[in-house]
């Protein structure tokens, strides 16, 4: 699929936009079809949209972007595209009509993927003259973002067309799953659908709001269901015995009242036993309690991303977190100043953490300093509120030694010493130790400059924060200076 | 609820055992009843994975950690507990009996949470002396990390026990959900239990394998889920005319056969002007624009997150920027080498990337540096595939000057001068430029050492990576010494 230079797209709605802009950063040109006189300006912001999301998405080097236009009929989108994607309405009829149209500017090899989300694909092919190129390629909003679509044939399609659109997909960075029995709504949506047709009589019989049925998924079960699907969590809950466990054990509620939907199969032991043979061949040999690190694992980086976002459970825990610093706050006049290095943050090393190299990557080493350096700031007063006041504290420099590697989950401390400040600035060194057998990781120098935010200039600290610095200052001023402290880098030849 | 000092757990299973985890991070001592002799092993495991699941969570300060011991009757758990959670196999007589068993022990003024995931409070609590104090706390697993609890009373419930419960759960890190109508299977497990029945359909008539299934929705509608439910998603879906749009749209297809499932709610006047008019209360007035930005934002901080662990969507991820990064390698062979500053790395400023003053975080800075660097190593030829061979460059000394500032979605580039090397060392210059004004935001010197990875110390490059390495060297040689390389880090006082 490295030849495809070029997409045709029928159809420039929501759906067909982002396909264009997933061409488009992908290096490939995007000719899209559509009447309405304001798509060039509705596709164009699909396309800012995807471009701002894969600005932050990756920083690996995506190629020259490809061109785009707008044209008014499906010949000219049609006419030289290597790969076609169909995003026209909803109507089955339609579709058929216009797919038949579209085909007589077509090279006769040109694969054709429909967007569909649940038409059947016999019925779509069948008014192709080459009915065997044509093939479901289900995407999900937005398209410019998900990995998953979904790819069906009809009875006429080909293997070798399903082949090359998996190809073509997986190349601009999606994930296809092959439908492999033709069915109303494919997977996804009939699952979808489902849990739709359920709220809407919450909605209806004045159990939830539209909100509350959304909390009760966003900080609940669709958590999980970002990385983990429904059958394999449901495993994990079965705890070691696995599948056949949890099935004997909530098997019998399929026959309680806890949906509308009551039609549900008979759980006898043939499907039974392809339930737990299935759940058994996807688990692949990995045990229960692999599955439940990797999923902590899981949730805690999604909690952590969510939390930069501040919305859904990473507020949850944005608040959980402030109830702690401010607690601590509370505790901090309880701590003894004595002529010792500080020690103010322990942690261990995330699995996220790690380089190609299988250590803490280098950025995360200041990562700790900057929590360390934070965690002193909170001790002397200049926490949240003090910064809301326009008060902080910049780093003006940063000289990091790297001495020691850390692998995943090793437990680490810092020790902070401040090496002197004045009424604007504050220098202070820090090492990070290997919990399990002391040794010094790295050390960092750190200078940190006192500043009046609003005004966007160095100024004094103020008294508050000053009187609960200097006792600090006093006891560590008979610290021995450490050794490389104002080092700086550079070059001599050994020899 | 800063007053519960001991918890009284009634069960010490899977969510009796991760209660008591929850607890006893957020310094409170739990009693736990369980009469399994293993129960001592279960619940330290289950107390364990959390506790290297919170260590990765946050690195706010925990309160110490409260004790915790396994006792054989329910009376012993309840004896001065502050709040009693119960968490007993799933049958309606059988905690009937057990809660009043273990009332005769308690306080007349303490709380008790059931964890039932369906079972009716009312009937619950009917055995209850002090009905008025018993309320449903319906968690998800992890207990220990999920923050849903569904808070659902029974008709004897009073007001003061849900507040009461609902600060508990909040205090120790949940987002408790009032329930408002008691209904079997209350709010999520219905919609969770609709979403498995068509699952279970699916496997029946041999659609799709369990795996399929799974990854029908772990790779799609799941990943939204983490974050918004499926009435904002729809809502969103609708574009700017919202709801109403949306249902005028796929209302209708409602009556197609899109699950097993076709007990449906009449969509009629009376519950779309419902469904609309609290979609528009939850959108609260942010508009469809700013919600698909939330939505990417929240989106590629999920695809991160993941693929830090490897997996689902994350593993898509990265192996489309493997396929992008050796695209590049390709065409490294390109870049001609001239007497300037090489500029391999452009982007922008995340909105994660924030610190409390708006500013990107400084940890960040040394990303930045640490990505330039990693593109500059893949220009020679020290790519993933020669650390895989067993070489590398680790950082030795990093040296990060602060000179400007940059807020969220700031553009900016990377340059990067080389100024030496010898067999093992690389000695580099980089100067982060702000994209909008040209201003030098910050320079990094960073001290590069080649190792061999296996052996664990310093080793010369090999001839290929050496042999690309050279010419930039040379190209660079004339370039002028930044004034600020080689600067040490000090305090002099200036008056």
Not at 5 to 19: D, S
Not at 81 to 106: G, H, N, V, W, Y
Request: aromatic residues 8%.
């Amino acid at each position: 699929m490295d030849n495809i230079k070029r997409v045709g797209l029928l159809g420039g709605g929501v759906i067909g936009g982002a396909w264009a802009a997933r061409a488009v950063l992908n290096g490939m040109d995007a000719v899209v079809c559509d009447t309405d006189p304001e798509a060039e300006r509705k596709v164009g912001e699909v396309i800012e949209n995807a471009r701002r999301a894969y600005s932050m998405l990756t920083i690996a080097p995506l190629p020259a972007p490809g061109t785009w236009r707008i044209v008014r009929t499906l010949e000219e989108a049609a006419d030289g595209a290597d790969f076609i994607q169909e995003s026209l309405p909803e109507r089955e009829d339609l579709k058929i009509r216009l797919l038949a149209q579209a085909e007589t500017a077509m090279r006769p090899d040109v694969v054709i993927g429909s967007s569909t989300s649940g038409l059947l694909p016999t019925r779509l092919q069948s008014g192709l003259k080459h009915p065997e190129r044509f093939v479901v390629g289900h995407p999900f909003n937005p398209v410019y973002l998900m990995p998953l679509v979904e790819v069906c044939g009809g009875e006429k399609t080909s293997d070798d067309t399903k082949q090359r659109a998996m190809a073509f997909y997986r190349r601009i960075g999606m994930h296809p799953l092959h439908v492999r029995k033709e069915i109303d709504g494919f997977i996804a949506d009939r699952l979808m659908e489902a849990l739709w047709r359920e709220a809407l009589w919450l909605v209806n019989d004045d159990v939830a709001t539209t909100e509350e049925i959304d909390d009760a998924i966003r900080f609940g079960p669709g958590l999980r269901w970002a990385f983990m699907g429904t059958m394999l969590i449901y495993r994990i809950a079965g705890g070691e015995p696995g599948m056949r466990h949890f099935m004997a054990q909530f098997g019998p509620s399929l026959k309680w009242p806890w949906t509308k939907l009551m039609d549900v199969p008979e759980l006898d032991t043939a499907l039974l036993d392809k339930l737990c043979a299935q759940s058994d061949a996807q688990a692949a040999g990995t045990g229960i309690r692999e599955f439940e690190r990797l999923r902590d694992s899981c949730l805690v980086s999604i909690f952590q991303g969510l939390k930069a976002n501040d919305y859904g459970a990473g507020r949850t825990l944005a608040d959980y977190e402030k109830r702690l610093w401010s607690a601590q706050g509370r505790d901090a006049v309880a701590i003894a100043v004595k002529p010792e290095p500080l020690r103010l943050y322990e942690g261990r090393v995330e699995p996220g953490w790690l380089d190609y190299n299988g250590h803490m990557n280098e950025s995360r080493y200041l990562q700790v300093f900057s929590t360390a350096s934070d965690a002193l700031l909170a001790l002397i007063g200049a926490d949240t509120d003090y910064v809301r006041r326009g008060h902080s504290f910049y780093t003006a420099e940063t000289h990091i030694m790297h001495l020691n590697e850390m692998r995943a989950n090793t437990p680490f401390h810092v020790t902070t010493q401040v090496l002197g400040a004045d009424e604007k600035r504050l220098h202070v060194w820090q090492i990070i130790h290997r919990g399990d057998d002391g040794a010094v990781v790295a050390t960092g120098e750190h200078m940190y400059l006192h500043v009046d935010a609003k005004a966007g200039r160095a100024a004094p600290m103020l008294p508050e924060v000053r009187d609960k610095l200097a006792p600090i200052v006093v006891a560590h001023a008979g610290l021995p200076r450490p050794d490389n402290a104002g080092r700086s880098i550079g070059m001599k030849r050994k020899g």
